[in-house]
Every structure is written in structure tokens, then in C-alpha cells.
Nanobody, 124 residues
Framework: QVQLVESGGGLVQAGGSLRLSCAAS????????MGWFRQAPGKERGFVAA????????VYADSVKGRFTISRDNARNTVYLQMNSLKPEDTAVYYC?????????????????WGQGTRVTVSS
């Protein structure tokens, strides 16, 4: 069993920043690929970013490239999503997810475990 708990969401003005955190427990965090997804009202859940357990560069959706940064601290079993230059279209519930996969990281079906989500609202 794996538990993922997101935090850090909130209300921010356009152009502002937020940092999301996802604390993991119940498995070997350092060996897991971690991802962030988001779901806006009335839309499907979409990929945001992912970071592998070993090697390789982080992967980002085109819509967030250059504005968001994913990172991980294996000593703290935590993955982060630093979000800068936020736009109203970034408004969504953000989910953390874990997988053993190293490819196809943009697909939600690759992920085995999910957090409960944290809401981000960006006002214009």
C-alpha cells in the first residue's frame, strides 16, 4: 500500500507562484517515478510533469514548460512542483502519482498510486 498526500494548494493571483508538495509513505520512494497531473472543472485529468527515480531529465507538458519545475527529495520522501508565472488556465485540482514505469510518463494509466489532490485557483 502506498500513501501520497499533497499540500500547498491555494488561491493566487495571475503571475504569482505556489509550491506543491507530495509526501509519500508505504514503499521505497527513491525507486519510484513520481508525477503530477491536474484536472480542471469539466475537463479530463491531464499530465503536468514527472521525474524518474534514476537519471534522465524531468518531463513536462508543453503548457507548463519553462514555468513549472518538478523536483524530489529522497531523504524526505517528498516530490515538489514549483509553479511560477501562474495563469488562470492553471486552475485545477493537482494530483501526485507514483509508478515504477520509466517511459510513457504522460499517461495516467501508467501510475499505480494517487493522492487525494490539492486545489489551485489562479485569479485574473
Amino acid at each position: 500500500q502506498v500513501q501520497l498526500v499533497e499540500s500547498g494548494g491555494g488561491l493566487v493571483q495571475a503571475g504569482g507562484s505556489l509550491r506543491l508538495s507530495c509526501a509519500a509513505s508505504g514503499r521505497t520512494f527513491s525507486s519510484s517515478t513520481m508525477g503530477w497531473f491536474r484536472q480542471a472543472p469539466g475537463k479530463e485529468r491531464g499530465f503536468v510533469a514527472a521525474i524518474r527515480s534514476i537519471g534522465g531529465s524531468p518531463v513536462y507538458a508543453d503548457s507548463v514548460k519553462g514555468r513549472f519545475t518538478i523536483s524530489r527529495d529522497n531523504a524526505r520522501n517528498t516530490v515538489y512542483l514549483q509553479m511560477n508565472s501562474l495563469k488562470p488556465e492553471d486552475t485545477a485540482v493537482y494530483y501526485c502519482a507514483a509508478t515504477n514505469a520509466l517511459a510513457g510518463l504522460g499517461l495516467s494509466t501508467k501510475y499505480d498510486y494517487w493522492g487525494q489532490g490539492t486545489r489551485v485557483t489562479v485569479s485574473s
